[in-house]
């Protein structure tokens, strides 16, 4: 997973004219961001893009979470077996006016939420998403692999939350974040140790 992540967050590194001579002769004089936890596969400014534009989505989560959930149905109706109070949703008609699935769309984006606002504290971050990773073990029938299976269905709804505001860049960091978030989930559940596979190789 550190490769995949890595190559995407070059991808925005690439984009910032590479002086990082020890001089510092170049166009800008302004002094450089803070370094972030080496851990975490943002630069400074992708990170506070990140935070920057999560807001928007905060204003919207119940929403956001509810299209995030229609999408991973729409793609794998198999998962609805899981969720013993949705398995009787079968259209997209239904699942947007089930409670049940609002509730439950909002303690997901909570998650999500609680997951993002920590990534100032990466051992708070790893902690706690591993904590629900773990908590996931409880789901009868549940597997690892589960967890990737958000990844689009959340681009999705970002996506359509933001609208013009998601712009090739923003997407990209969203794609460096949500791999991070979802392979902490997989290493908590695995029980693989917090930092696994985070370390950036």
């Known amino acids: 997973m550190g490769c995949e992540l890595g190559k995407l967050a070059a991808s925005e590194r690439g984009g910032g004219r590479g002086g990082d001579g020890g ?14 936890d080496p851990r975490l596969p943002l630069t400074a400014k992708q990170k506070y893009t990140m935070v920057a534009s999560w807001k928007g989505i905060n204003r919207e989560m119940e929403a956001t ?6 999408k991973l149905f729409e793609e794998h109706k198999e998962l609805l ?9 079968q259209t997209r008609e239904q699942q947007a006016s089930s409670e049940e699935l609002q509730e439950h769309a909002t303690k997901v984006m909570s998650t999500l939420d ?5 990534l100032d504290d990466m051992d708070s971050f790893f902690s706690y998403l591993g904590q629900v990773g773990a908590s ?33 860049n923003v997407e990209n ?29």
């Open 136 to 168: 996931h073990r409880r789901i009868n029938g549940f597997q690892s692999q589960y967890f990737w299976k958000i990844e689009g269905p959340f681009l999705k709804a970002v996506e359509q939350t933001l609208g013009d505001r998601y712009t090739a």
């Open 173 to 201: 960091i969203y794609k460096v974040t949500i791999k991070l978030i979802i392979q902490t989930l997989v290493d908590g559940f695995e029980g693989t140790g917090h930092a696994a596979g985070t370390a950036g190789s």
């Open 114 to 118: 609680e997951g993002i606002r920590g």
């Open 65 to 70: 979470g509810v299209n995030m959930f229609i």
């Open 81 to 89: 077996s899981l969720f013993e109070k949705f398995i009787a949703l």
């Open 23 to 36: 001089g510092g002769g170049g166009k800008d004089d302004l002094p450089a961001p803070p370094a972030t």
